[in-house]
């Protein structure tokens, strides 16, 4: 695969309602797109990374910095062999998982387009659609948060998550379970906001039968984790501290969880996502595909990877309008709380040009020099 040209292009998504984490509140998603053209035809990928290095190390500007002057010179120095092949060609830059993730997610997708095969049947998908939950935001109050939960379940989503912080934690997650029942599946993420002082109130989320607990504690602290495992019933998952298929088996040896969340972006790509899956797979430990409020081209790259046998639990794959009134793509729309897998070739879907263009801020195109 000969590649011609790297385009990235910046667009900006107004969110329906902010969306307020322990890490801070976005209200607009501001997104760094890759569309390569090659010599097999065009792909697109989604860059994950947040406008602010608040989730990760990673940020928009950052991965588009990266790719502009390392990845995209790289990957257009010399054909490419395959997609595949890509990791082993950029391997001297350090980290930028996610600036790495969305340029070899665009040569897949011209790859497969090419081959006419889906992503989900490239990566080993056993599904044709798979379940859905949504990650609920911190809401102003226990009511305003009770109201939009409803909404949630009326919509037919199969579980709920609840994001948590200090002060934002029992009493959120009481209520909730107060008005809908023992029967709801339900879960929490604290993304990285506690500390080991903090395992007596943790300890009280067993009273409340919930799925997971997800990443109580930074994203180096595998020992907080292990030592959490060991005092809560609550299965402990890990989402940020889980940057590969390696991070992963280290982190299942040691104890430090028993259920793994799997973004593409986080870990460099989704090849390495599948063997993430497959990692955990071997080791007995459930997975689910996270989200990272992505566009519908995000989106159907992650309904892909959730279609693999070892997601075996409802990932953070909403319909677009959890988040984007308007999708920049065909919007993915929830049917009895699941979302079908894309079977076109490559990610199956396809920017809807009139509204990128409208979104887009910037855009710059690259070529061999
Ligand atoms: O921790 O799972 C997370 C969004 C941005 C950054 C981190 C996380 C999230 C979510 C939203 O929880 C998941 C989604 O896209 O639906
Ligand atoms: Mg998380």
Redesign the pocket.
Known sequence: MKIELVELRRIAMPLRRP?R?S?GT?TRRDILLVRVVTDVGEGWGEC?A?ADPV?SSEYVEGAQQVLRDYLAPQALAAPLASARRLADRVSAVMGHRMAKAALETALLDAELRAASMSLATYLGGVRDRVDCG??VGIAPSVPELLDEVRGYVEEGYLRI?L?VEPGWDIEPVAAVRAEFGDDLLLQV?A?TAYTTTDLRRLARFDEFDLLLI??PFAEEDLESHRVLSETIRTPVCL??SVVSAASAADAIRRGACSVV?I?AGRVGGYLEAARVHDVCSALGVPVWC?????TGLGRAANVALASLPGFTLPG???GSA??YVEDITEPFVLEDGQLAVPQGPGLGVTPRTDVLDELTTSREELTAR
């Open positions: 969306f984490t890490f976005q994950v947040l989730y949504v990650s998550k994001k993420d993304n997800e990443q989402d940020e969340n973004k996270g989200g990272m409020l992505e953070d794959t909403s959890r988040f």
